[in-house]
């Protein structure tokens, strides 16, 4: 006898998610089988590592991560080069922390200005994160948009309260757009059933599942995300077939598991080795459940995590 | 195979008395077959037919016990393809290895670390569950030294792994009180092993080079009523072994195919050099189906993340996980620190927790039993309310460590303020705090400074 796997039969696709534009760009998504179940349906784009930069030098990061950006903390442009070059990141996450109305309060358009410089010195392509309140980031966004017209880049986020500004940004200079929702497939439906109504393309779309790391809910995110790629792949459910992106390295970096030191708890080992682990293991996680872009900061977990993707696909 | 609905149904007594909590006795027989109940909540079905029953009755991945005494694990027993199905029944076992051809201190050592690995963390302490002692040396005196050696320094079950078949038969037979696992069947000596199962009772592993080969040996020793089996399809090749596991499990739960319903066993250790590798091809198996994991060594920078993630997947998807209710200490307090109140929500308090101590404000943290909901939940189901709150608090024993007596109460129940007040009485006053736990920290910190 030979034995025959028994195989799901998919009736959906996961949308392709176009990002950059020219020798930058690069498709996300696609794929019309589980994650790295290739022996029953075409994956045809690997998922991405977007590595993160500050607009700002940030606060409370452990020695073990913030040693190896410390040079280029003070510049962004140079941080994302580092991150392309030295580490290997597929995309850059830039995160605008000045625009929060309880810090520096920066206005959209030098914030705008930022992204530009970013994505116009780097042949990668580039996702904006926003912080603060909605309403701020989407003033925001509007106008990155605007500086970034046709170039595809990816800006988080819209919510269920605020989400037409932002998509009609995105429609307005063909940029992409993260919906997010709170570990709920049918929020994540929602929401982006109101997106597609405004008008903006469903593959314009990616969806942020507000990722939690090990220890913290990581698996209601594991949950949340096999439940999305079920119903986009067997059920055929277009308002889940959006790429999921997760911002998992803030949820990891901030945990006392890895920002506590071996001499405070020797039995949690070696801090820097346990911190790669830790947002190593997170990432696995999330994409054994169905990660199409994972963001992340430490390079070695980065490395890691390219290596398991290659042995895996 | 599975019995359908009907088939169960004939067996049943057909009397409609609702004991069973269904209003009829197909109603009861069809969440049987969808493996929803349990037979016995039938309290008058005949033994006959719960003989007949048993067999069909069976999860499609069979229960496998390891080891004798209060060590002892259990795997298999699985059900889905996916926790949030219903959720992953028995949490994978993590072994260590020893190998036969290090020095008696080098295995006394290993032994030791691995006893010594045990982490509290939601009311479950986390520890490896077995040691796998490897015949590297090929020399069985070698290896019976080893493994009596370990035997003596520990009460974890032991898995015994050899490539020569009479060394494994000698070893089951010396320690088959321990009930260890032996690895491994192979199809040119599949009688050596139903002899060492029918002798010793020792579990066996199968090994196959494709599971074509491994389904060959299980029909064998299912023909000849050996249970106790466990599945080693391991090409130890990573994207192999991860389809290999995916379609044991699909196979077995899908097809109902008993030839591969049993949990499976697989080696990260023997996939890579590389520690972070092995931890990560481990926390892949976790999550996809791997019943039994070995591990090369005791890193605790490798194993404290991968007992929490298994402590993560295996958590009942149906019912939230609960902290104890208790006052928590944070930052070491004193009588004039400000005092918290959430829910036993563990996420929550998981959450609230690790803001407070990164605020590094010494707070008191009142941890409410709400049966693991969340506030909001809890709020709209009634259970964390002004009366019983102030209960709570009351019976906390805080009002004996604090001179300051005002409570923080979250964002979200702010409506709470002044019933609570009133309920505690006694000058207590409450404060209202932020609704998101990352705003905890700059609250806090201006709060103290009041």
């Given at each position: ?313 | 195979?599975?019995?359908?609905g009907l088939?169960i149904f004939k067996k049943l007594p057909k009397t409609n008395c609702k004991d069973c909590g269904f209003p009829t006795c197909l109603a009861f027989a069809m969440q049987l077959a969808a493996?929803?109940v349990?037979?016995?909540k039938c309290?008058h079905v ?405």
């Amino acid at each position: 006898m030979v034995f025959e796997i028994p195989k799901n039969s998919y009736n959906g696709k996961i949308n392709n998610l176009k990002l950059g534009v020219g020798n930058s760009q690069i498709m996300v998504g696609g794929e019309a089988a589980l994650p790295f179940h290739g022996f029953e349906g075409d994956i045809p784009n690997r998922p991405i590592i977007a590595m993160e930069v500050y607009d700002a030098e940030p606060s409370g990061w452990p020695e073990t991560v913030s040693k190896y950006f410390k040079d280029v903390f003070s510049d962004p442009v140079k941080w994302a080069r580092k991150n392309i070059e030295e580490y290997g990141a597929d995309a850059i996450c830039l995160k605008l922390t000045r625009i929060a109305p309880d810090g520096e309060n920066q206005g959209p358009e030098e914030a705008a200005e930022l992204t530009k410089k970013v994505r116009e010195s780097i042949d990668k392509p580039l996702i904006v994160y926003g912080t603060g309140p909605i309403e701020k980031i989407a003033e925001v966004m509007k106008r990155v948009s605007e500086r970034n017209a046709d170039s595809n880049i990816l800006m988080g986020w819209a919510e269920e309260d605020s989400y037409k500004t932002i998509a009609a940004a995105a429609m307005g200079y063909n940029n992409n757009v993260i919906s997010l929702n709170q570990l709920d497939v049918n929020i994540a439906k929602q929401l982006n059933i109101l997106l597609t109504q405004l008008g903006l393309s469903p593959d314009r779309i990616a969806m942020d599942p507000a990722s939690s790391g090990l220890g913290y809910g990581l698996e209601y995110c594991h949950s949340a995300m096999e439940r999305l790629k079920i119903a986009a792949l067997l059920q055929d459910d277009k308002m889940t077939q959006m790429p999921i992106i997760n911002d998992i390295a803030p949820e990891v970096w901030k945990v006392k598991e890895v920002k506590e030191s071996e001499a405070n708890y020797p039995e949690w080992g070696d801090q820097e080795e346990r911190g790669i682990n830790w947002e190593a293991i997170s990432c696995m996680s999330l994409l054994i459940s169905g990660s199409n872009i994972l963001v992340m900061r430490h390079p070695g977990a980065v490395s890691l995590i390219k290596q398991m993707i290659d042995m895996l696909l | 195979m599975a019995l359908s609905g009907l088939d169960i149904f004939k067996k049943l007594p057909k009397t409609n008395c609702k004991d069973c909590g269904f209003p009829t006795c197909l109603a009861f027989a069809m969440q049987l077959a969808a493996g929803k109940v349990e037979l016995e909540k039938c309290p008058h079905v005949s033994e006959e037919a719960k003989k007949d029953l048993a067999e069909a009755s069976q999860p499609p991945v069979l229960k496998v016990e390891v080891g004798s005494g209060d060590q002892s694990f259990i795997v298999g027993e699985e059900t889905v393809m996916f926790r949030h199905d219903r959720t992953f029944v028995n949490a994978s076992a993590f072994a260590v290895t020893v190998k036969d051809d290090m020095d008696d201190r080098q295995i006394e050592e290993t032994v030791k670390d691995i006893n010594s690995i045990s982490y509290e963390r939601v009311g479950e302490t986390l520890t490896i569950n077995a040691v796998c002692i490897k015949n590297s040396s090929g020399d069985r005196s070698k290896f019976l030294d080893a493994v009596s050696k370990v035997s003596s320094l520990t009460g974890k079950p032991m898995i015994f792994v050899s490539g020569d078949a009479e060394t494994l038969k000698e070893a089951a037979e010396k320690f088959k009180d321990r009930r260890p696992l032996i690895h491994a069947a192979k199809k040119d000596n599949i009688e050596v092993f139903e002899g060492i199962n029918r002798d010793t009772g020792c579990p066996i592993v199968v090994r196959g080079e494709t599971i074509d080969e491994v389904i060959e040996i299980t029909e064998k020793l299912r023909e000849a009523g050996v249970k106790n089996v466990v599945i080693d399809a391991g090409t130890r090749d990573l994207k192999s072994d991860f389809v290999n596991q995916v379609a044991i499990r699909a196979a077995a739960v899908k097809k109902q195919e008993r030839r591969l319903g049993y949990p499976t066993i697989v080696f990260p250790d023997e996939m890579t050099d590389d520690l972070h590798k092995e931890a990560l091809i481990a926390s892949l198996f976790v999550a996809k189906y791997g019943a039994i994991i070995v591990l090369s060594g005791t890193d605790r920078q490798n194993i404290f993340p991968l007992l929490i993630y298994r402590q993560n997947i295996y958590t009942d998807p149906r019912r939230p996980m609960q902290v104890e209710e208790k006052v928590y200490e944070i930052n070491n307090p004193d009588e004039n620190s400000p005092i918290l109140i959430t829910t036993n929500f563990s996420l929550t308090y998981f959450i609230i927790s690790g803001e407070v101590e990164a605020s590094k404000v010494p707070s008191w943290l009142l941890v409410m039993n709400v049966e693991g909901q969340s506030v909001l939940t809890a709020w709209a189901a009634g259970k964390f309310v002004p009366e019983l709150i102030a209960q709570f608090v009351k019976k906390s024993g805080i009002t004996e460590k604090v001179k300051r007596k005002e409570i923080i109460i979250p964002g979200y129940v702010a409506q709470l303020q002044g019933e609570l007040e009133d309920e505690l009485g006694e000058g207590w006053k409450i404060s209202v705090g932020p609704r998101e736990a990352g705003e905890v920290p700059k609250f806090l910190k201006s709060y103290a400074a009041k």
